[in-house]
């Protein structure tokens, strides 16, 4: 549970320890932690304040819906790099088993046929992703 009470954040832990920790100015109190870890807490809380004072702060207020574009593009960046991997160990092993120069030939040619054709496809579909993200966000090509 979050409260919010006059810039105090108050997130109640009773079920687990029937303590409540508080966050007061962007900073949050931890009574058990030792001297070492909270000088390094102290300092990477500064360095976030000071990063949003320099304004990447501003990203807070970016609208959501370019975050779940950005999500969805990353999940088809790893599921294309997880598919590309697959096939280039597959064509590592045909590799291992080709016996034939020319046989050996026509494996590396089909392979990066497959490679350039893969990339540019998918290429194009995160260019389309992309621009799909930003008219969805700016409203672009809705006048049209």
């Not at 108050?10 to 030792?34: D, Q």
């Not at 500064?46 to 950005?70: H, I, R, T």
């Amino acid at each position: 549970m979050i409260e919010v009470k006059d810039s105090l954040f108050t997130h109640s832990n009773a079920a687990k320890t029937g303590s409540t920790n508080r966050v007061r100015g962007g900073r949050l109190a931890m009574p058990e932690m030792n001297t070492t870890a909270q000088a390094v807490t102290e300092q990477m809380m500064s360095l976030f304040e000071d990063w949003q004072k320099a304004g990447l702060g501003a990203w807070a207020w970016a609208n959501p819906l370019w975050y779940q574009m950005v999500v969805e593009m990353n999940s088809e960046i790893a599921r294309f790099i997880s598919d590309r991997l697959k096939q280039d160990f597959d064509f590592q092993a045909q590799l291992l088993q080709c016996r034939d120069p020319a046989a050996l030939r026509e494996l590396q040619c089909r392979f990066m046929k497959e490679a350039f054709e893969q990339y540019s496809a998918e290429t194009g579909k995160l260019f389309k992703m992309n621009n799909a993200a930003l008219d969805a966000v700016t409203g672009r090509g809705k006048d049209s």
